[in-house]
């Protein structure tokens, strides 16, 4: 039996998912996440 991964790529918007988050707080954070790994990587983050 293999392991398999619990989360998987998809095309929803990495956006889109963080504006569903109630809390202001964790928006905020979330952007500057977003930030931070999109600036170090390189790379567009995705879901």
């Known amino acids: 039996m ?3 991964l619990k989360t998987k ?3 929803n918007s990495v956006i ?3 504006e569903n988050v109630e809390s202001v707080k964790k ?3 979330s952007y500057q996440l ?3 790994f999109t600036e ?3 790379y ?3 879901m």
Do not use: H, S, V, W
């Open 44 to 46: 567009p983050a995705k």
């Open 34 to 36: 977003l930030d931070i």
């Open 9 to 11: 790529e998809n095309d």
């Open 27 to 29: 928006r905020e954070e």
């Open 2 to 4: 293999g392991y398999e």
């Open 16 to 18: 889109e998912f963080i």
């Open 40 to 42: 170090t990587t390189g």
